[in-house]
């Protein structure tokens, strides 16, 4: 409970990482906002995650609608005044199975959306209130599918994974994580980027490759561990290897 008194919103939290991701800084004391865009499983997760006495609140956030995300930085300052963890773990892969030959802006478009353009939106309304917390984090969930060092090595299995829009908007993500985290060190906020690993969620439901090994539990534990970063923590760094560990870096 060493976190108690401090406050969270994590993005896409009904299911799957999120969820977990949310239940473990509930764990640690804190009051976490579970964004949610769909209601119903919204409000599913936020009643199972207070069943053992935690403060979790649900608040509507589609993180492509400006207009939400500046609602839940104003209820959140009106019932707190600051925010000290922002988690952008929103994420979809968009089509599975797309060849390369056959991909289209129109069919990237959305998961552009949500990858980068939803991050940007959020954090832009939330800024105000990381700078009133002692010690602001934010933390992106990156993949290594978005690592130009892997990209740019034909031997490596990402390199042809194929994933455009997934890829693109990964790489993109990672480019904004260090843009703000540059912009926001001497205020004291740590931006970083996280690595799950390989998780079975529903983003891997339709793989013809690998539906992940890993559990939502284990994917959570890197992003928490930097969810968790005091004041002097790294920033601007891009952890989590195989997703085992918040010690290993995976190359940008
Ligand atoms: N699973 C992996 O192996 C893996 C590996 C590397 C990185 N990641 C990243 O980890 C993050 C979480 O993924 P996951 O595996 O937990 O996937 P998931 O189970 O499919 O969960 C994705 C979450 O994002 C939400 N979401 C999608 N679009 C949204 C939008 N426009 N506004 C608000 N919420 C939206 C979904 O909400 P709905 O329920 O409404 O769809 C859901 O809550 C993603 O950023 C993903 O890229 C995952």
């Known amino acids: 409970m060493r976190h108690r008194g401090e406050v969270a919103l994590v993005t896409g939290a009904n299911k799957g990482i999120g969820r977990e991701i949310a239940r473990r800084l509930a764990d640690e004391g804190m009051t976490v906002y579970v964004g949610s865009r769909d209601p119903e499983r919204g409000a599913r997760a936020v009643s199972e995650l207070n069943a053992g006495g935690a403060d979790v609140r ?27 963890v922002l988690v952008n773990n929103a994420g979809t892969v968009g089509a599975w199975g797309v060849s390369v030959d056959d991909v289209t802006a129109d069919g990237v478009r959305d998961t552009f959306e949500v990858n980068v353009l939803g991050v940007i939106t959020v954090t832009h309304a939330c800024i105000p209130l990381l700078l009133r917390s002692p010690a602001g984090r934010i933390v992106n969930l990156s993949s290594p599918l978005g690592s130009l060092t892997a990209l740019s090595d034909p031997a490596h299995p990402i390199a042809g994974a194929g994933l455009v829009g997934y890829s693109a908007s990964k790489a993109a993500l990672n480019a904004v994580t260090l843009l703000y985290a540059n912009h926001l060190r001497a205020a004291g906020v740590r931006v970083n980027a996280a690595n799950p ?9 339709d793989s013809p490759r690998n539906r992940g090994d890993r559990t939502p539990e284990q994917g959570a534990e890197v992003p928490v561990a930097l969810a968790l970063l005091g ?14 560990s918040v010690e290993d870096v995976v190359p940008w």
């Open 58 to 84: 649900l608040v509507p956030l589609d993180v492509t609608d400006a207009e939400q995300a500046r609602a839940a930085a104003r209820r959140i300052d009106e019932e707190h005044g600051k925010l000290d």
């Open 197 to 205: 690993g390989l998780v079975a969620t529903d983003l891997n439901r």
């Open 231 to 244: 004041r002097d923590g790294p920033t601007g760094t891009f952890r989590g290897g195989d997703g085992t």
